[in-house]
């Protein structure tokens, strides 16, 4: 049974940054699709980056283009996203998921997405 687990979330300032991980165990970790939603409480959990590689594809959200990185470690069963530049609004618990069947139109989309880890906190103090 395929599992994720996310580390890395805590507390920054602004401006600073945080590198949080999920590793994927139970399947081979290639085949999969991988990406990192958020969710604030109240609202809906939003698309942050998404990381292809059977679609030789990475996304990103509008709203921290540029600022986060997202990459796979397959050797690790990893991945990983980088964040910089941190704002307070970044404040979110930080969330990974994967799917072996990935339609390319679906990648931004909760609805592609059949697995999920448990969620990392990530608070941003201004």
């Known amino acids: 049974q395929v599992q994720l687990a996310e580390s890395g979330g805590g507390l920054v300032q602004a401006g600073g940054s945080l590198r949080l991980s999920c590793v994927l165990s139970?399947?081979?970790?290639?085949?999969?699709?991988m990406a990192w939603f958020r969710q604030t409480p109240g609202k809906e959990r939003e698309f942050v980056a998404a990381?292809?590689?059977?679609?030789?594809?990475?996304v990103y959200a509008d709203a921290v283009k540029g600022r986060f990185t997202i990459s796979r470690d397959n050797a690790k069963s990893t991945v990983t996203l980088q964040m910089n530049a941190l704002k307070h609004e970044d404040t979110a618990v930080y969330y990974c998921?994967?799917?072996?069947?990935?339609?390319?139109?679906?990648?931004?989309?909760?609805?592609?997405?059949?697995?999920w880890g448990q969620g990392t906190q990530v608070t941003v103090s201004s």
């Open positions: 139970g399947d081979t970790f290639r085949r999969y699709a």
């Open positions: 998921a994967a799917s072996s069947t990935m339609i390319l139109s679906q990648l931004r989309s909760r609805s592609g997405y059949g697995y």
């Open positions: 990381n292809s590689q059977r679609h030789g594809s990475i």
